[in-house]
């Protein structure tokens, strides 16, 4: 009997089993769509008062940095469940299995693209009756945007929990040091134009910040505006370099 493996056949068979408990038990999606929920009904309208611009050019604005937010945070604690793996030792069986490892990684982060897409769809729906408004060719390309961002960081997720094996205190510490200043520095929830020099500089080398430019110009159906083209290519290489260093790691783990 054979025992080759197809890389994309496992990586399918890895995904699906990760989607089983979502499926299952939707109620950890739905709690998840508690925290942009939050973002929107609170820091909204204190934005939209702040702003002379009408509400909806606000929200224009304003969602498409909160979808970005979702993806940020659900893929950046992913690696948690991971560690959890490991802890009660249902990582190290799935290590013996006749599996790729490289699919043991590709496709726990695929995994992750379900709720992102869902969520964020959610979301824009929810405030187009408040003046956002939504390009639908924009929007599905922005979802596939998003998926690509979160496939990489979603990797280096893993790669940390990994690295983090039996020390949960050092997963969650870099990933909190990490994700926060991430997000300040992408302009997600306010404008860095008025921001000190060195704060604009540290924004230049932050891929989340051209993701972020590129989903306000997509939702707003701007096609040809030169901030797509910097956002997936931030996205492409941030995926690129999760896999691989995650795809290394998974490797050598044991």
């Not at 290590?95 to 959610?122: N, Y």
């Not at 893993?158 to 302009?187: C, E, H, K």
């Given at each position: ?12 068979n890895?995904?699906?089993?990760e989607?089983?408990?979502v ?18 009904g609170?820091f909204g309208?204190?934005l939209?008062?702040g ?23 659900g ?8 560690l959890?793996e490991?802890?009660?030792?249902s ?12 699919s ?10 379900v709720p ?9 729906l929810?405030?187009?009756p408040?003046?956002?408004?939504v ?7 922005g ?5 690509l ?9 893993y ?9 949960d ?11 926060f ?5 992408s ?24 993701v ?5 110009a997509?939702?707003?159906g701007?096609?040809?505006?030169p ?8 996205a ?7 896999l ?11």
């Amino acid at each position: 009997m054979s025992t080759t493996t197809s890389p994309a056949r496992d990586t399918w068979n890895v995904a699906v089993r990760e989607l089983r408990p979502v499926v299952r038990d939707p109620f950890s999606l739905i709690f998840s769509l508690l925290q942009p929920i939050v973002f929107l009904g609170l820091f909204g309208p204190l934005l939209v008062g702040g702003s002379d611009q009408p509400a909806g050019e606000t929200l224009q604005w304003f969602v498409p940095g909160v979808l970005v937010m979702i993806a940020l945070f659900g893929v950046g604690v992913t690696g948690s469940n991971l560690l959890f793996e490991m802890q009660t030792g249902s990582h190290e069986r799935t290590l013996v299995a006749p599996l790729s490892r490289s699919s043991l990684l590709i496709g726990r982060a695929l995994k992750e693209m379900v709720p992102i897409i869902v969520q964020a769809a959610v979301i824009a729906l929810v405030t187009i009756p408040f003046g956002f408004t939504v390009n639908l060719a924009g929007m599905l390309v922005g979802l596939v945007l998003l998926s690509l961002f979160g496939l990489g960081f979603g990797a280096l997720s893993y790669t940390l929990a990994l690295a983090s094996r039996n020390r949960d205190w050092l997963f969650w510490g870099v990933q909190q040091a990490t994700i926060f200043p991430l997000m300040i520095l992408s302009g997600l929830l306010l404008p860095l134009d008025n921001g000190p020099e060195w704060m604009r500089v540290a924004a230049a080398l932050n891929p989340v910040r051209y993701v972020v430019d590129a989903e306000r110009a997509l939702f707003a159906g701007d096609f040809g505006s030169p901030s797509v083209l910097w956002g997936f290519a931030a996205a492409a290489i941030l995926a690129v370099v999760g896999l691989a260093v995650g795809i290394r790691a998974m490797k050598r783990s044991n």
